[in-house]
């Protein structure tokens, strides 16, 4: 079945960079996009970003731009996410998930991959 | 962006009441409005797809409509294993943002 499995979950201190790995299993990972959701704690979802499988280009949300770097390895079908200059609220749970696409140009996430914890803490 | 808003942002109903869920976009975005079902300590779940389109899987009890600015999500009989918070989500233009969540409580 169609599958994402994330890495675990990561405790680092204020200002380091957190790689987060998403392995898909159970289609053709390049005929996907994959984008990365996080939640911080009692809070909602916020998108951060997608990027193509096909050629890799990616779009990230304005307010993470800079410090967020998303990149595939087809080789082993795996998506990463990195974060850089972590402050405190980027405490979250951090979800990839595949993006499918509509004829008429919609999209939307599914499935989701299980979230990785991030804690951002001295 | 686009900025979404739902309402209520949480309600208490009992099982075997119809429960409406309103999403709002802050301009049209035709029908690219998803919507996503998320319980207590996992990780969301699509429930439908192009304002009104059942997600495989997804419990018949489920419909979406709406287009342009104005969305409902409505459970036709609410189930106890429905207690979740619902969200959705615009996929128009470049940047996908989330509405801010209903919770659904059972009474």
């Known amino acids: 079945q169609v599958q994402l499995v994330q890495s675990g979950a990561e405790v680092k201190k204020p200002g380091a960079s957190v790689k987060v790995s998403c392995k898909a299993s159970g289609y053709t990972f390049t005929n996907y996009d994959i984008i990365w959701v996080r939640q911080a704690p009692g809070q909602g979802l916020e998108w951060m970003g997608w990027?193509?499988?096909?050629?890799?280009?990616?779009n990230y949300a304005q307010r993470l731009q800079g410090r967020v770097t998303m990149t595939t390895d087809t080789s082993t079908s795996t998506a990463h996410m990195e974060l850089t200059s972590l402050r405190s609220d980027d405490t979250a749970v951090y979800y990839c998930a595949r993006v499918s696409h509509g004829s008429g140009g919609n999209n939307w996430f599914d499935p989701w991959g299980q979230g990785t914890l991030v804690t951002v803490s001295s | 962006d686009i900025q979404m808003t739902q309402s209520p942002s949480s309600l208490s109903a009992s099982v075997g009441d119809r429960v409406t869920i309103t999403c709002r976009a802050s301009q049209s975005i035709s029908s690219y409005l998803n919507w996503y079902q998320q319980k207590p300590g996992e990780a969301p779940k699509l429930l439908i797809y192009a304002a009104s389109n059942l997600q495989s899987g997804v419990p018949s009890r489920f419909s979406g409509s709406g287009s342009g600015t104005d969305f409902t999500l409505t459970i036709s009989s609410l189930q106890p294993e429905d207690l979740a918070t619902y969200y959705c989500q615009q996929s128009y233009g470049t940047s996908f943002t989330f509405g801010p969540g209903t919770k659904v409580d059972i009474k």
């Open positions: 990027i193509s499988d096909y050629n890799a280009n990616t």
